[in-house]
């Protein structure tokens, strides 16, 4: 088991080195680089820092040395920030980025799928239209919408929460989370809504009620486990969705987190920052992918060998 | 009679609301079945034998609307709550159904699935419900009971799952069970072990059987009484071995012609009754059996008919 785990963990390679190829080309591709600006630098002064950066060296070159360093563990240099590495700025900012994160998956799933049963025990009733209204909206609501209307109502208005910032209070993460959340649970919820009519529609959902279970024991124990099936799949798109929104979600209330270096680097073609975020973030989605396609194999017994 | 029969259905219509009107898929059967005793309903699909199946365990969905009584020991099930229909289903009325592979939780194990009957209806503990589920598999001669247990069921072959599914149904000593369509879905040889299994629970635990089911040499095996149904009402009962034998009937001459037999001569096509059964949303003729009958006379589809000495026939045979 552990060997066939190893080699599956190994097969995850070659798409992060496919992750890491396609950005150094996108990034290189782009016009501009990391040190026009406005006010252009003494000739001198750029051909050094040039040099310094490997950056007068020919693409394949460049990109073989970043392959080099990475292998080292070695993310390079931020040109933005020159006394730091990329390595130090990411560290410094994934603590916040990975709270924000959980904290919103953890709301999506708990609420969607609350939501989801709910619509599904009492369909095309008040309850059920309720929450498909609600996921409409939060499907076609985007977040970059969504967040300065929640800053506008609970900030600017009623001044009931913070409008953003971040010196470690849990109410500043509040409508972040929220913000974030809301378009996953509208997935969810309609997912869960989806598979629960369709399983409470099979004859072992019969049987169980022809077995005298009570409504609850029939949904928890004969329902969920199924319905469980399809929202865990879907947590592979929902973590790429989290992080990206992230990214988005970080630069409207100001959080310290990997989002907000991934804005600036691209902005300022801060190529090793650039491509240390995606790198993370990309490693961060194929693992969580591959641990979903084990989740999903304990709940399945047809599943295991 | 002396005493009042366990089961007696009367007058039971079943009713379900669509968008495009209500269809009565049962209309006005009448059945009684004694403790112990056995009782068949034959019909093709969509006569309404499974709908009063499900009428008497009261799981035909919410869309159903159901009138009449259906008294099991002397208590009317149509009127009692919710929570006391679910006290005696599956507890003193239980049920087996068609399809064992669909019919079973294929998420979870079989022990759990047994074993929570006795944890609803008995309060038994886990380890007395799941020593009680390998006994009750062991009684119905399912091999290794105790590692079954922890099998799920794609683990298990169709005539296991089913014998799973009658365990299931009998672990909590139920006095009726209803068994829709029990065989269908098996091959032969465990179609026969099936029967005489379920005739073997009635002879050793008293149970009374209700057959569901479209053939008849199924019936012929188990059942003392049989009733047939066609588009959703009654139209003749009999002691089993008189209505194969002499059936009276028109439908029930042509379900018997229909049979493949093996003294059938190979090559001549079987004897299938022609057209179908009547859409149940039209109005239907008075006999709605006259349609395709060989033996219809003018008067069949005009004057309304009695179901009278066990048959429901203007011109019976």
């Known amino acids: 088991m552990s060997a066939r785990l190893l080699r599956r963990l190994l097969e995850l390679l070659p798409t992060l080195l496919l992750l890491v190829t396609l950005t150094f080309a996108m990034l290189h591709a782009a016009p501009g680089g990391p040190f026009d600006s406005e006010r252009a630098l003494p000739e001198a002064t750029r051909v050094q820092l040039e040099a310094r950066y490997h950056l007068d060296q020919p693409l394949w070159r460049q990109y073989l040395i970043y392959l080099g360093d990475l292998a080292h563990g070695d993310l390079g240099p931020s040109y933005q920030y020159p006394d730091r590495s990329v390595a130090e700025l990411i560290g410094a900012g994934l603590p916040v980025s990975a709270l924000l994160g959980s904290l919103a998956m953890s709301l999506a799933l708990i609420v969607g799928m609350a939501l989801g049963i709910i619509a599904a025990m009492k369909p095309h009733r008040w309850q ?33 929460l913070p409008a953003g910032g971040w010196s470690g209070r849990p109410q500043e993460l509040l409508l972040p989370v929220l913000a974030l959340a809301l ?5 969810i919820a309609r997912l869960t809504r989806a598979a ?110 | 009679m002396t005493t009042a029969p366990l089961l007696s259905v009367e007058q039971l219509c079943v009713a379900h609301r669509t968008p495009r009107g209500d ?35 009261g799981l035909n969905g919410p869309s159903a609307c159901l009138t009449g009584r259906v008294l099991f020991d002397g208590e009317n099930l149509l009127t009692a709550s919710p929570a006391r229909r679910r006290a005696l289903r599956g507890a003193r009325i239980a049920m087996v159904f068609q399809d ?53 069921p794609h683990e298990l072959s169709g005539g296991m799952r089913q014998r799973v599914m009658i365990a299931m149904a009998i672990i909590a000593g ?49 059942c003392e009484q049989t009733l047939v149904m066609y588009a959703g009402k009654l139209v003749e ?8 034998s002499r059936p009276r009937h028109p ?52 004057v309304p008919l009695q179901f009278e000495r066990g048959v429901l026939c203007r011109h019976p045979l």
């Open chain 1, 128 to 160: 059920d239209r309720a929450v498909m209204v609600l996921a409409v909206g939060g499907l076609s609501i985007p977040n970059f919408v969504l967040a300065p209307l929640l800053i506008l109502l609970m900030a600017v208005s009623l001044h009931a």
């Open chain 1, 183 to 187: 378009p996953q649970i509208a997935t």
């Open chain 1, 196 to 305: 629960m009519l369709e399983v409470m529609q099979t004859p072992w959902i019969r049987t169980a009620r022809a077995k005298g279970l009570s409504e609850r024991h029939v949904v928890l124990r004969h329902a969920l486990r199924p319905v469980l099936l399809p929202v865990i799949s879907y947590l592979g798109p929902a973590a790429a969705g989290t992080l990206t929104g992230s990214v988005v979600i970080e630069q409207i209330f100001g959080l310290p987190g990997v989002g907000r270096y991934f804005v600036l680097g691209a902005l300022n073609r801060d190529y090793g920052l650039v491509l240390g975020v995606v790198l993370i973030y990309g490693t961060l989605i194929v693992l969580f992918n591959f641990a979903v396609d084990l989740l999903y194999a304990r709940l399945d017994p047809r599943q295991r060998e």
């Open chain 2, 23 to 57: 269809v009565e898929v049962v209309s006005g059967i009448n059945l009684q079945l004694e403790a112990g005793g056995t009782l068949a309903i034959v019909g093709e699909s969509g006569s309404g034998k499974s709908q009063t199946a499900l009428a008497i365990m």
């Open chain 2, 100 to 152: 064992p592979m669909a019919s079973l939780n294929p998420y979870l194990r079989i022990g759990l699935q047994l074993a929570e009957v006795l944890e609803t209806h008995r309060g038994a503990s886990r380890s007395a419900a799941w020593a009680e589920a390998a006994r009750t598999l062991d009684s119905v001669r399912v091999s290794a009971a105790r590692e079954r247990l922890n099998q799920y």
């Open chain 2, 174 to 222: 139920p006095q009726l069970l209803i068994a829709d369509e029990p065989t269908t879905a098996l091959d032969p040889t465990v179609q026969a072990q099936i029967l005489a299994l379920l005739d073997e629970l009635r002879r050793d635990r008293g149970l009374a059987i209700l057959l569901i089911t479209h053939d008849l040499g199924v019936v012929s095996r188990l």
């Open chain 2, 237 to 244: 009962s009999a002691p089993t071995q008189q209505l194969l």
């Open chain 2, 251 to 302: 439908y029930t001459a042509a379900l018997l012609r229909a049979r493949p037999s093996m003294q059938h001569p190979p090559g001549l096509r079987l004897d299938a009754l022609p057209g179908q059964p009547p859409d149940l949303r039209q109005t239907m003729p008075a006999c709605r059996f006259a349609p395709r009958c060989r033996y219809a006379q003018p008067d069949c589809a005009d």
